[in-house]
């Protein structure tokens, strides 16, 4: 039923990117997995400029962006965040794509982001352990990444 109200709305859509409508296989699964990100760092209502750093460099670290390419990603993907109906369209592409290693390092990154201000927030521990969940990754490994990034940190 939802898919049914997204497909009338898309097709009424009046501003279409073709970038943003049709990107390729590589661009799809950067978006979504800039999404994530994204959605954690916007959980608690406070985007902040060490969060968007700390994405910027996740993403360079983890496609091999250059700083530009970044830019234009998190622009692309906060496009696609604000148009979905859940983070379940996000996960799914990073589950079709990643292996369960990429997976982990995903979710060790989504760490990283939240306790880059030193502070867990009770909405960012929810959508990581939503993301978590829908990523199909164990529980042990949940909490195994959440205290190993802590350690990292020294937290």
Known sequence: MKDIFKELLQAHKV????????????KKIQIATCALFLEVANSDENFSDDERKKIIEIMKSTFKLDTEEVENLI????????????????????????????????????WRLVYVDEELHQYEDYYVR?????????????IASK???KKEMNI
Do not use: C, G, W
């Not at 939503?130 to 949940?142: A, D, G, R, W």
């Open 15 to 26: 501003d279409t990117t073709p970038e943003l409508d049709q990107p390729d296989e590589k």
């Open 75 to 110: 622009d692309l993907s906060e496009e696609h965040r604000k148009r979905s109906i859940s983070i379940y369209e996000f996960t799914d592409i990073v589950n079709q794509n990643f292996v369960d290693a990429e997976k982990k390092e995903v979710l060790k990154n989504l």
């Open 130 to 142: 939503k993301i978590s969940t829908n990523l199909k990754m164990p529980h042990e490994q949940f």
């Open 147 to 149: 205290l190993e990034v």
